[in-house]
């Protein structure tokens, strides 16, 4: 019989008066069983599940903390795809925190954990985009700039739930130890309004209600105050008391297993100090370490004696940070530690991020320091937490892989060259750089002559780096790119001159000239054998066959005593002998021409076609090296300045790729060479106001255009609007007049047709040459 029973039983053979006052007990009874099962099944259950939060969110953590040391890119991308579904977990679970809410404060504190949970996993994302991409550096700090912190919000809102949780059950047992009490007052009051007749069913239910309702609250009392989750309620029983007594030690068996997780969450942490291989510590008031490290730290110091010692004795002695460094990052921790979180956003830049420190066997390690601050719920920064990561190694290999990095670029840039070619530019190159070495050296002590010098060496050095840029030796390009950017500062300002400084910019040319002189003997040794004929080079070593077919022709010549014979044999072998040691045209631009597809890429252009006609002429060795030279900087400026990009090119209704025609005429005083493109020709306009604005003319003074036409040949004009790689430094067209000036000849333009409605005019270059540097392929 159940109490129900018992009570209505009783009620009924006893008095009918006491009908009432048992139906009232009997409500009160059915109210508490009502409220026990609610505390049993809703609150204390969300409770529970609240406890569990913190315990998923330090899975994530943990998961995030494995991801970001995985040893490679596939261990990553695998944790990454767990956190997601820790994620979506976590946020099942704060979702039916929600629902189970049963107060405005923990439904906002739960939407609040929610909009913190996003940031916290975007963040995760952020961290992990870095290290799927091998950016560790960037990682680590993504973990330690942004991931910790949220981190640290979930966890306080996390915190801030369950306490409001807490709270609900503490209020709803509370609640139900009131109306438990109520209840057993009431059946007080009807027990001693019916002890004289009823003394024997009241005792009876005494032992039967209020006893193992009395127990049941002890035993929770003592939980709560103790802790204790291993206590449990008898059940001797099977009605609702004992139904009851089962729930709540069902709660209590929860409430246990939770404990065991987070107490599992925490050695678990504590694990993970003693053996993630890294020196973490953190910081107290007035910069001592805290007792709590990791054992790789005792590792790294090659001490155990850390515990409340001063940071600036454990890790910053033996540094090369210097006084004033150290000295700043002691303050910037005093500044922090105790202060608004703020603080460390403020002073973070005067804390050190990479030492060297002296070792006791005399070595020198790298160190990699990774500063966090850790507040309190109030936003104050309570400590400082500092991981320590020796990155010696791997700043000693990033290193070597760089330099080996680099010696396969250059090897792959002297490959793409010809090796006959390549020595013909080595040795134009260290042509220029001993010139201007002298010319440095003879103006050191001569400021009046500076002005000259300085003219002179920008255009070696210029025709150099456009040189190194023709056969794609792009490193010493641009070595000689610094020594050009100082020459072209002593053009504005010649005050400037500092004889120690150029001549360390020619000895950095020259090294690097030097080396890659040194890889090219060394590392592509007998690369030379079998290539063919370079530009520069001969068309071709008469073959002995040829010799001796000459040979017989003059002896044959010299037996028949006949002045025409001979005097016509002797300038067959003179003729043929100069063949042998010219150069086509062809083979001498060839290089400035390969260089065209990679330029015309920089400038957005269509590769344009070149076209070379020379009329059966050779030239000599002794003016293709110039020839070479003139023409690098002739084709560079027709495509940057003459050849327009293809679209433009289309709507005027041109081919979209741009054409180049060169041919020679030899006449019987000189030698003319003539290039013209297809571009949009000379913008007269521009050429008169750059004039103009340098000082070449004056501003009303009339000026045909063929006159204003040479002025791009002045040094230092240039129509560009900016300087670019390519050019806009005034100094190709200089260049081009003073090479050609040297072997005795000159170069002009010659305008074709009149002006367009654009202004721009078309025109020829013209190279004029002694005849004697030139001659007929057949006699």
């Known amino acids: 019989m159940t109490v129900r029973q018992r009570i209505v039983l009783l009620i009924a053979l006893t008095f009918a008066a006491l009908g009432g006052i048992g139906g009232y007990a009997l409500y009160h009874s059915y109210l508490g069983a009502k409220e026990v099962k609610s505390v049993t099944e809703g609150v204390v259950p969300s409770t529970i599940q609240s406890v569990e939060l913190m315990g998923q969110l330090k899975d994530i953590q943990i998961a995030t903390l494995s991801m970001l040391s995985a040893p490679d890119a596939a261990t990553a991308q695998q944790l990454h795809g767990e956190l997601v579904a820790r994620k979506t977990t976590l946020q099942d679970a704060l979702a039916m925190q929600l629902k189970q809410a049963d107060s405005q404060a923990q439904r906002g504190l739960i939407q609040e954990a929610q909009q913190s949970l996003d940031n916290y996993f975007a963040s995760i994302d952020d961290t992990a985009r870095f290290k799927l991409a091998g950016q560790q550096e960037a990682a680590e700090a993504t973990m330690a700039a942004t991931v910790d912190q949220y981190l640290r919000e979930q966890g306080l809102l996390i915190d801030a739930v369950q306490l409001e949780k807490r709270r609900s059950k503490d209020q709803a047992i509370d609640t139900l130890n009131q109306n438990l009490t109520n209840a057993s007052a009431t059946l007080a009051i009807v027990t001693v309004a019916s002890v004289l007749g009823l003394a024997f069913i009241g005792l009876l239910l005494y032992r039967q209600i209020i006893h193992p309702i009395g127990e049941m609250e002890a035993k929770m009392t003592a939980i709560a105050t103790s802790q204790d989750f291993t206590h449990r309620v008898p059940v001797t029983r099977n009605d609702e008391i004992g139904k009851s007594i089962m729930a709540f030690n069902a709660m209590i068996e929860k409430i246990q297993e939770s404990s065991e997780l987070v107490r599992q969450k925490s050695a678990d942490i504590h694990a993970m100090l003693q053996y993630i291989p890294q020196g973490i510590l953190t910081l107290e008031a007035g910069g001592r370490i805290h007792p709590e490290f990791s054992d790789h730290l005792a590792t790294l110091l090659d001490t155990r004696d850390i515990a409340g010692r001063p940071v600036s004795e454990v890790v910053f002695a033996g540094a090369t940070l210097g006084a004033d460094a150290t000295d700043q990052a002691l303050t910037a921790i005093d500044a922090c530690i105790g202060e608004d979180g703020m603080n460390f956003d403020f002073n973070a830049h005067l804390l050190p991020r990479e030492i060297l420190r002296q070792q006791p066997d005399g070595g020198i390690r790298t160190w990699e320091l990774s500063w966090s601050p850790i507040t309190d719920e109030h936003g104050t920064i309570a400590r400082l937490l500092l991981c320590i990561r020796d990155v010696t190694e791997l700043r000693q290999l990033a290193h070597a892989a760089q330099q080996q990095q680099e010696e396969l670029a250059i ?106 002189q040194t890889i090219e003997s060394t590392k592509l040794r007998g690369r030379g054998a079998g290539t063919d004929t370079a530009a520069g080079a001969s068309n071709a070593a008469m073959e002995p066959a040829q010799l001796q077919a000459l040979a017989t022709r003059l002896r044959e010549a010299v037996q028949s005593g006949e002045a025409p014979t001979l005097q016509a044999a002797t300038a067959e072998v003179a003729h043929a002998l100069q063949l042998g040691a010219s150069v086509r045209l062809t083979d001498t631009l060839s290089g400035a021409i390969a260089s065209l597809p990679s330029l015309a890429a920089d400038l957005n252009k269509e590769t344009p076609s070149v076209h070379i006609d020379d009329a059966g002429i050779a030239l000599h060795h002794e003016v293709a090296g110039t020839l070479r030279n003139v023409f690098t900087h002739l084709l560079r400026n027709a495509m940057d300045h003459g050849i327009e990009e293809s679209e433009a090119r289309v709507r005027e209704g041109k081919p979209a790729a741009g054409r180049i025609v060169i041919d020679m005429t030899l006449h019987p005083e000189t030698l003319q060479l003539r290039m013209a493109d297809d571009g949009r020709g000379l913008n007269l306009e521009r050429i008169r106001a750059k004039a103009v604005e340098a000082g070449l003319i004056e501003e009303h003074h009339g000026h045909d255009d063929e006159a204003l036409a040479q002025l791009i040949f002045e040094p230092g004009f240039s129509t560009a609007s900016a300087v670019t ?13 003073a090479f050609v000036a040297a072997h005795g000849g000159d170069v002009a333009l010659r305008l074709r047709g009149a ?19 030139a001659l007929r392929t057949q006699a």
């Open 755 to 773: 002006a367009s409605a654009g202004a721009h005019r078309a025109f020829d270059i013209l190279i004029h040459l002694p005849a004697h540097f």
């Open 725 to 737: 790689a390519v050019s806009g430094r005034g100094v190709g067209m200089d260049a081009v007049k």
């Open 411 to 516: 090897i792959g840039e002297i490959v793409a060259v010809d090796h006959l070619k390549f020595e013909a530019f080595a040795d134009s190159a260290a042509d220029f750089i001993e010139t201007n070495e002298r010319l440095v050296r003879s103006a050191a002590d001569q400021p009046d002559a500076r002005t000259a010098v300085v003219t002179e060496l920008f255009r070696n050095m210029h025709t150099l780096k456009g040189n190194a840029r023709t056969y794609g030796m792009l490193r010493l390009s641009d070595v000689a790119h610094v020594a050009e950017q100082r020459y072209d500062a002593l053009r504005q300002d010649p005050a400037a001159w500092d004889t120690p400084a150029l001549l360390a910019d020619l000895a950095a040319t020259r090294d690097m000239l030097q080396r890659y």
